[in-house]
T-cell receptor, first 115, second 117 residues
Framework: AQSVTQLGSHVSVSEGALVLLRCNYS??????LFWYVQYPNQGLQLLLK??????LVKGINGFEAEFKKSETSFHLTKPSAHMSDAAEYFC?????????????FGSGTRLSIRP | EAQVTQNPRYLITVTGKKLTVTCSQN?????MSWYRQDPGLGLRQIYY???????DKGDVPEGYKVSRKEKRNFPLILESPSPNQTSLYFC????????????????FGPGTRLTVL
């Protein structure tokens, strides 16, 4: 069965510092991988996704993530944090097999930015 | 504008009083899903639907019902709400086309905050 683990329920960084949010997955085959962001009092929106091809994926707002099959990881990074990046971030996986129909989310990481 | 709408956005009710949260999408997506979001637990899938008249249980279906009579609508029904169903609920839809491919973006509604007293 698939699962997703996000390490750290809360991450705090200074403005301008590197952002690193960790996500590890468990799956029998390489899954589709997603990062979603949730701003306060809003729904979720897609930051980026990995389906196939290049393992370094670039998303919106300067975020990127790298799919590492050997480490079963899909960590989210941003070189320089901005105050507007404060939000909750969710990693998600779905199965490539057409018979599967589940999308599984991690428990979320709340990102705080210190001035 | 492509969107998923939910109503109501906020609801306070009492134990046992049946309620329905509506969800509608205008993108002609086949796949629709309901999630609940609770602190520290992320989003957990309640029910999902691969297409009209096709629904199935997610991870936390107890106490909930759904129907999919039309492609655009996917209402969530709580026949007898209880306080442990107090939560933030999200509806979402995905374009899976005929292949059933779940590699596309999920579009989320704005959420419904439900309080059951």
């Amino acid at each position: 069965a698939q699962s997703v683990t996000q390490l750290g329920s809360h991450v705090s960084v200074s403005e301008g510092a590197l952002v690193l949010l960790r996500c590890n997955y468990s799956s029998s085959v390489p899954p589709y991988l997603f990062w979603y962001v949730q701003y306060p009092n809003q729904g979720l929106q897609l930051l980026l996704k990995y389906t196939t091809g290049a393992t370094l994926v670039k998303g919106i707002n300067g975020f990127e993530a790298e799919f590492k099959k050997s480490e079963t990881s899909f960590h989210l990074t941003k070189p320089s944090a901005h105050m507007s990046d404060a939000a909750e971030y969710f990693c998600a996986v779905s199965d490539r097999r057409s018979s599967a129909s589940k999308i599984i989310f991690g428990s979320g990481t709340r990102l705080s930015i210190r001035p | 504008e492509a969107q998923v709408t939910q109503n109501p956005r906020y609801l306070i009710t009492v134990t046992g009083k049946k309620l329905t949260v509506t969800c509608s999408q205008n993108m002609n997506h086949e796949y629709m899903s309901w999630y609940r979001q609770d602190p520290g637990l992320g989003l957990r899938q309640i029910y999902y639907s691969m297409n009209v008249e096709v629904t199935d249980k997610g991870d936390v279906p107890e106490g909930y019902k759904v129907s999919r009579k039309e492609k655009r609508n996917f209402p969530l029904i709580l026949e007898s709400p209880s306080p442990n169903q107090t939560s933030l609920y999200f509806c979402a839809s995905v374009n899976i086309q005929t292949s059933g491919d779940l590699g596309n973006e999920q579009f989320f509604g704005p959420g419904t905050r439900l309080t059951v007293l």
